[in-house]
T-cell receptor, first 115, second 116 residues
Framework: EPEVTQTPSHQVTQMGQEVILRCVPI?????FYWYRQILGQKVEFLVSFYNNEISEKSEIFDDQFSVERPDGSNFTLKIRSTKLEDSAMYFC?????????????FGPGTRLLVL | AQKITQTQPGMFVQEKEAVTLDCTYDTSDPSYGLFWYKQPSSGEMIFLIYQGSYDQQNATEGRYSLNFQKARKSANLVISASQLGDSAMYFCAMREDQTGANNLFFGTGTRLTVIP
């Protein structure tokens, strides 16, 4: 069964450093999402991406964040200058079409720890 | 206002018994989808079941069923014949069609513990 993959599974970084989180979506999916989950809290939407551009973003997704699909397969989330409060689990999710009927399939997540 | 409300931070159930996890939602969009995800201690998000706002029947997937009461805006998850492996966090989520936002809104989750 096709699945979403994410790398790395864990990342530890120093405050102020840049991190890039990578996701490989399910191959025929067109809509991509990043979510984050701070430890013990609910999952929060960051950004959605379709047709090589951002379609929606939340207030969390400020200028320190960026997304791109550099090579037609990977979908990346970059945090330019990490802060302590960026420590969280980051999930990539993908779906075939952007309707409410479509299930979003989540990757296993990247656990980011900012020291 | 919260779009998804899960009022049970924790639930316990005896193995082999059924359990209901509550979820209420708030939307003015007539077209929306409701989802339940399971998050075991390893952290991944596992899709369980989906209910569309226009679906006439309650959704079922194996031991999971969704008690959809549209007028009450509730979408409770029922797990029948609980197993030890069902111990996890369970999140209710919603997507809306017509507002233009196609992301999921999640509740705060319910931690289910299955007792042997």
């Amino acid at each position: 069964e096709p699945e979403v993959t994410q790398t790395p599974s864990h990342q530890v970084t120093q405050m102020g450093q840049e991190v890039i989180l990578r996701c490989v979506p399910i191959s025929n999916h067109l809509y991509f999402y990043w979510y984050r989950q701070i430890l013990g809290q609910k999952v929060e939407f960051l950004v959605s991406f379709y047709n090589n551009e951002i379609s929606e973003k939340s207030e969390i997704f400020d200028d320190q964040f960026s997304v791109e699909r550099p090579d037609g397969s990977n979908f990346t989330l970059k945090i330019r200058s990490t802060k302590l409060e960026d420590s969280a689990m980051y999930f990539c999710a993908t779906t075939g079409r952007g309707t409410s009927r479509e299930t979003q399939y989540f990757g296993p997540g990247t656990r980011l720890l900012v020291l | 206002a919260q779009k998804i409300t899960q009022t049970q931070p924790g639930m316990f159930v005896q193995e082999k018994e059924a359990v209901t996890l509550d979820c209420t939602y708030d939307t003015s969009d007539p077209s929306y989808g409701l989802f339940w995800y399971k998050q075991p201690s390893s952290g991944e998000m596992i899709f369980l079941i989906y209910q569309g706002s226009y679906d006439q029947q309650n959704a079922t997937e194996g031991r999971y069923s969704l008690n959809f009461q549209k007028a009450r805006k509730s979408a409770n998850l029922v797990i029948s014949a609980s197993q030890l492996g069902d111990s996890a966090m369970y999140f209710c989520a919603m997507r809306e069609d017509q507002t233009g936002a196609n992301n999921l809104f999640f509740g705060t989750g319910t931690r289910l513990t299955v007792i042997p």
